[in-house]
């Protein structure tokens, strides 16, 4: 089913959506303050797009709007490297859903309970996180302009206690001016530079849902430059305000800038924080869930799904992927939040690759292909491009390796995730030759 141009997104609609899918505001880098301290945070975080996120959105704009296709970047891959490597495109993403998608109702959660621990406590927050994923699923379900209309709203809400906080911590600093660079007292950089990378993360998820958006091939590339920069910005401004401000960089952990709009602005300001930290997690977790749904329902079309994953609703939803992915998600609530992000960044780091591999096979094998952005320079500069967002991965793997989930180390469950892909294609393609003989005969 095609839709019809009215209820396809728009620009602003589908920058709000890459916005949460990516970001989201500056909930979820306390973590990064409280290891590394102001100094090296702010210079993390200033360094790291360069190297990671502006390569990144550069690939995405060539290959969106070259193939602006339902799928994104399996579309991508299956083109350049065959049906196996698309296959484990998808896995790998899906895979890292399952880590993902659970990281977003628990900070839903430590948000909430900074103003009402009896509502979290016990079950009552394990209730909660499934509430998030049952919501979203409801709201999903109306459609992909329902989700980018709600992904614009939630977007002005969620960052407008953050103005307020900017406001009252530059005014703090400049009329008792001890800013907080000095250290934390224990400082793990690696970690900080996980959860910097798990901030900066998610530019490709936009693209799966290419056919529902107008003007893919021109807008594509603009919304990947303007949220490389808008995520940037909203990430430095807090956190210097608040380094301006003299907060100690020891008080930040996960939900910390609850106890920082107290300090500055009392009660109101930090229930207005609370609010807006569970309505980003919300909108994070409800654009996410617009994007990988899409990949069951491209994967069925090419025959590597049963055919019902393809099946859509009257709002042209694909409502059984919906069903399935939102159930896996729900089952993996109650992995740690540290866990969660090292896991993800492996999974998902490993299927960025494979997006880079196919930029530079197409750009040799496929030189006439039409390309109405293109990454500038030859295609040796391609392979440039990915080493930066390639070496981040080498050190990504370096740093979880003493991470464990039971007795097994993060990086080997990691990889034994990732090698399912495998036997999991087998059975798929199987499946797909006998559903074509049956066909045929």
Known sequence: MTMTPARKLKLIPLLAATYFM????????????????????????????????????LMLGELSAAMPEEGGFYVWVRRAMGPFWGFQEAWLSLAASIFDMAIYPTIFVDYLGRVAPA????????????????????WNLRGAKSVGDGSVFIWLLALSPFVALVVLAIYSGSHTPHAAMGAPSRIDLPAAILVAM????????????????????????????????????TYLIPIAAVAWAGIPADRFSTGAWADAAHLLGGTALAVGVVLAGSLDSMGTFNALTLSYTRLPYAMACDGLLPSVFAKRNRNDVPWVSLIVCATCWALALKLTFERLITIDVLLWGLSLILEF????????RQPQMPRPFRVPGPTWFAVVLGCGPVGLMLFALW???????????????????????????????????????????
């Open 357 to 364: 591999a196919a930029l530079v096979i197409l750009r040799r």
């Open 399 to 441: 740093a979880a390796r003493d991470e464990h989930v039971g007795h097994l180390p993060a990086l080997a469950f990691a990889l034994i995730i990732a090698a399912c892909g495998i036997p999991l294609y087998l059975l798929a393609s199987r499946s797909m030759l006998r559903s074509r003989q049956r066909k045929t005969s």
């Open 119 to 138: 509502m979290t406590s016990g079950h009552r927050g394990l209730a909660l996180e499934i509430g998030v994923v049952l919501l979203s699923a409801l």
């Open 198 to 233: 798990w901030n900066y993360m998610g530019w490709d998820n936009a693209t799966t849902i290419a056919s529902e958006v107008e003007e893919p091939q021109r807008v594509y590339p603009r919304v990947m430059l303007l949220a490389a920069g808008m995520v940037m910005l």
């Open 22 to 57: 990516v970001s989201g505001g500056p909930y979820g880098l306390e973590d990064i303050i409280g290891f590394a301290g102001y100094g090296r945070a702010l210079l993390l975080l200033l360094l790291l797009p360069f190297v990671w996120s502006l390569p990144t959105a």
